[in-house]
């Protein structure tokens, strides 16, 4: 079975440069957040969703470091990525498998340091029409995003219990979450295959209910939300300063884990949302720098044996990921950060 995008989702910029790689060094935390000696102008690509939300507080973490942040709001990660890839963009997060995406296309100047957490993905039903086993999918019509990370989770997930995704009545979706929303009460689609804050809507405003099964939870790709990467370049002209926006990154990760509903009215007010459905969105958010390699990897397979990329990377992508700074910034080992899993 294949599952294949059309060409305009999969567009990449085309951009030459040789893999990368690094060896772990030896934990330096206190070095890691010193204060830069001058100050440094960085563009940071952002995405009002909620498993990125403690990266608004990324420009006051960083400045403290003598790092000053521009942000540059995006509707779509694949538009983030398009614009790390060409360096419009020093550092953004988008989803696991952007990086290989890029790299099918020739895109060799994005790597990843750091993960974001697991969650955020999510299947919404009508209320009361319950899905209580993958096997109840063959009657349904399903709306999906190709291409996003929800889609990827759901299409595994969908592989992983028997079922033939090209089987399935599956409907794509362009545009923001709010579509699913619309084709979900509208009676066009009976299973939106989308992410918070949308599912979130659904369930606060009373119509819209989880069901049973969950893609969350696939061997393929786990629970995965994003990876924070860096624009090459940026890194080899500015390694310190790299070293000291993951520190950051660490540090608002830090208090995202402390206090999730500080967060939660942070995404509140930046995407312009009830509380009660930034708080039902974060709920289902974790929020975690470890970077999982091993599923990026098993990410880059499937991509691959479905038709999605043309080239197999798989074997070549953990060239594009580092963990050199979040070993420093963390003081733990690259193996306790993911490197193996």
Known sequence: ??????????????????????????????????????????????????????????????????????????????????????????????????????????????????????????????????????????????????GSISWLKFAASVQENGLDYGKLRIINIVGGGGNYLKSLQGKEIDLAVVWHPFCAQGITEGWAQYPTITHNGSKTVGGLIAVLAVNRGFMEKHPDATQRLVSAYVDVVKIAQADPQRFAKIYAEKAGLPEAVASEAIRYTRFDVSLPLESVKRISKFLFDNGVIAREVSGEIGQYYTYEFLVRATGRTAVDLGQNK
Do not use: H
């Open 1 to 146: 079975m294949k599952i294949r995008l059309a060409g305009s989702m999969l567009a990449m910029l085309t951009l030459l440069a040789v893999p990368v790689s690094w060896t772990p060094a030896t934990a330096q935390t206190d070095a890691a957040r010193t204060r830069l000696a001058a100050p440094v102008k960085v563009k940071q690509g952002m995405a009002n969703v909620p498993a990125l939300s403690p990266l608004w507080l990324l420009p006051e973490q960083a400045a403290k470091y003598n790092i000053q942040i521009e942000q540059i709001l995006f509707q779509r990660f694949a538009d983030e990525r398009t614009a790390l890839a060409s360096g419009d963009l020093d550092i953004a997060a988008f989803g696991p498998q952007d990086i290989t995406l890029g790299l099918g296309q020739g895109a060799k100047s994005m790597i990843g340091v750091a993960g974001i957490g697991s969650g955020n993905d999510c299947l919404l039903v009508r209320k009361g029409e319950d899905i209580k086993e993958w096997a109840g999918l063959g009657a349904k019509t399903i709306g999906v995003g190709a």
